[in-house]
């Protein structure tokens, strides 16, 4: 069974930075897919970023150049760093991951076809 811990989420204001963390028990793929998401309640959950079972990064165009994410060699921890926050950038962000999920590319991607996630941290960022 996996599992995941995160951690990282907080209180910031604008221009701030964050880093979450996602520590992972049990196994996975090694080219499994590792992505973040964040959700804002009553809408639906939004993929932010990725990593593909190469290992390249991709990420939405409302977080390119300002979020990073990264993994460890064992993919055993995943990490957002998120700079140059924006109010916008609030909500709850989750961890996830699947073997297969990232196979068809960014535009194919979505939460229903990632099997494995985290519980959620919340980013809040004021004005």
């Known amino acids: 069974q996996v599992n995941f811990v995160e951690s990282g989420g907080g209180s910031v204001q604008a221009g701030g930075s964050l880093r979450l963390s996602c520590t992972r028990s049990?196994?996975?793929?090694?080219?499994?897919?590792m992505a973040w998401f964040r959700q804002v309640t009553g809408k639906e959950r939004e993929l932010i970023a990725f990593?593909?079972?190469?290992?390249?990064?991709f990420y939405a165009d409302s977080v390119k150049g300002r979020f990073t994410i990264s993994a460890d060699n064992t993919k055993t921890t995943l990490f957002l760093q998120m700079d140059s926050l924006k109010p916008e950038d609030t909500g709850m962000y989750y961890c996830?991951?699947?073997?297969?999920?990232?196979?068809?590319?960014?535009?194919?991607?979505?939460?229903?076809?990632?099997?494995?996630w985290g519980q959620g941290t919340q980013v809040t960022v004021s004005s």
């Open positions: 049990g196994a996975i793929r090694r080219d499994a897919c």
């Open positions: 996830a991951t699947d073997s297969f999920a990232c196979w068809g590319g960014w535009l194919q991607a979505s939460a229903a076809q990632f099997e494995h």
């Open positions: 990593i593909d079972h190469d290992g390249r990064p």
